[in-house]
């Protein structure tokens, strides 16, 4: 493959916007009606993710040794839309069709030999990896509710018992689909280490048009089932090599995975000392506070701040939560887990950076399985992933 006339081939095709995946599932769709089901009522949030989907493979097309691992779990993970082997070449068709039709008299047979060559490698190795999964997982796990609890306007914390043993640990995250909106999965991060009796929390915040949290928030309730995919992340995991302390700067509900890391750190031996930063807007919206200072009575070797940005009576820390971090030290000698909304994750990087902490050392989350975005851009704590 010429990777760089893929490269810009696909940068041209891009520039037509939203033009392209109207194109690209319309002939899809007309083609194979049958396809249609696999995919949400409300394609809105789906095209998007088509254009960076292959944005982001084009751009590393050149190094399957970091992408081969992404498309692996992607594959996986898209049985629970009952993806099949025979479903890659019809998207094929239909990706090169919509190249020929974006590139005109560009297009050409060198060209098509190129993108023929770049897909076959994605649908070999996410196919093989599906097909690899069967029998030793299953495409999607049913969760009972088993409690549900309001905390807030627009919190909810929820407990979900699997149906068949959900191996993951703590700092992962977990796609949801709810039965009131089927075919929209939105991943969250579970909020406890693994358990005996295997149930799992998450905290889950409705969001302005989020169809999916909103359901989680205000319509669903105990002896209710969800589906679950496989866990994904593995950046906020821990490493017991590093033997440094930890810095742990929450955001909203991106509190969930680091309070599950607390507590796999407190079933160790010798657990490393934490400091952990929980900003929130105003006091309210701080829905875990309680949990959090029991755990600190009981952790000698963990220190909880809560921080708030927007209440200017808070008779505590005020302020951004890295900025207020960073007047209570220099942390370069930690590690950092940072994990919250985009822009928070964005500004504690780039202040932590400023203030001399080596990048290696600072740990946002990811979603290995969606490559809709950069693996090194930050993350949010809360996504949705509404298609194959």
Same mark, same amino acid.
């Given at each position: ?29 007309? +083609? ?8 949400? +009522? ?34 996986? =993970? ?41 897909? #076959? ?9 599906? +097909?690899?999964?069967?029998? #030793?997982? *299953? ?16 919190? %909810? ?5 699997? =149906? ?12 949801? /689909? ?85 507590? /796999? ?14 900003? %929130? ?24 701040? *809560? ?61 290995? %399985? /969606? ?18």
């Amino acid at each position: 493959m010429d990777t760089d006339r893929l490269r810009n081939s696909w940068a041209k095709v891009a520039a037509h916007g939203t033009q392209v995946p109207q194109f690209f599932y319309a002939r899809l769709f007309l +083609a194979h009606p049958e396809l249609r089901d696999m995919f949400p +009522a409300s394609m809105a949030t789906q095209s998007d993710r088509l254009v960076a989907a292959l944005g982001r493979f084009v751009s590393e097309v050149d190094d399957l040794t970091g992408v081969t691992p992404i498309l692996e779990q992607l594959g996986r =993970d898209h049985r629970r839309f009952s993806v099949r082997a025979e479903h890659y070449p019809l998207v094929g068709e239909t990706l090169l069709a919509t190249l020929r039709y974006f590139l005109g008299s560009e297009w050409g047979p060198e060209l098509a030999e190129d993108w023929t060559a770049a897909y #076959t490698v994605v649908a070999n190795v996410m196919s093989g990896a599906a +097909a690899a999964a069967e029998g #030793t997982s *299953p495409p999607w796990w049913e969760a009972e509710i088993i409690a549900h609890e309001r905390r807030g306007y627009d919190v %909810a914390l929820l407990r979900l018992r699997p =149906d068949a043993p959900y191996v993951y640990r703590a700092g992962q995250s977990v796609a949801v /689909e709810t039965s009131t909106r089927p075919r929209l999965w939105r991943t969250y991060s579970i909020a406890n280490a693994p358990r005996a009796d295997s149930t799992l929390d998450l905290h889950v915040k409705a969001v302005s048009g989020g169809q999916v949290s909103n359901a989680l928030v205000n319509t669903v309730e105990p002896g209710d089932t969800l589906r679950l995919g496989a866990p994904v992340g593995k950046r906020l995991t821990t490493t017991d090599d590093s033997g440094r302390d930890l810095l742990m700067l929450a955001g909203g509900t991106g509190l969930a995975p680091l309070k599950a890391v607390v507590e /796999e750190l407190a079933a160790t031996e010798r657990p490393r000392r934490v400091t952990l930063f929980a900003g %929130a807007r105003t006091e309210p919206d701080l829905y875990d506070l309680k949990a959090l200072r029991d755990m600190e009575s009981r952790l000698p070797w963990l220190t909880v701040t *809560p921080v708030l940005s927007h209440d200017p009576y808070f008779a505590g820390e005020r302020g951004a939560v890295t900025e207020v971090a960073l007047r209570h030290g220099r942390w370069r000698d930690h590690d950092i887990y940072a994990c919250g909304p985009d822009d928070m994750v964005s500004d504690a990087v780039i202040r932590l950076v400023a203030a001399g902490v080596p990048t290696d050392r600072i740990r946002t989350e990811d979603f290995e %399985a /969606e490559p809709y975005r950069s693996a090194r851009t930050a993350e949010t704590a809360t996504r949705e992933v509404s298609a194959p």
